[in-house]
């Protein structure tokens, strides 16, 4: 599963118009407003890089009120489960 952070500005009045729009496109996984430089932070999660283009430029970009994105492709996924069973290997409870 391939995963892009897509950073996304929008519109001030539409932001949760645009979020709600988003959320419910195939291949968006989870929408956050967010404080920063960016309004909304989307999740999206594919299972080839052609997708994304799909996804992000032929789909997020054209909602209205979306003013421009950034996007971030992540290489690996890190959370407190993987890195407590990492170094947990071996041990007993």
Known sequence: MITAIVLITADVD????VAQEIAELDGVTE???VAGDADLI???????????ADVIA???NKVTG???????IAFRTYSAHD???AFSLG???
């Not at 539409?14 to 118009?17: F, G, L, S």
């Not at 989307?42 to 994304?52: G, W």
């Open 58 to 60: 032929d789909r997020v």
């Open 66 to 72: 979306v003013t421009g994105t950034n996007t971030h």
């Open 14 to 17: 539409r932001i949760p118009e």
């Open 31 to 33: 929408v956050y407003s």
């Open 42 to 52: 989307a999740m999206v999660r594919v299972r080839q890089h052609e997708e994304l």
């Open 91 to 93: 041990l007993e409870s």
């Open 83 to 85: 890195l407590e069973a």
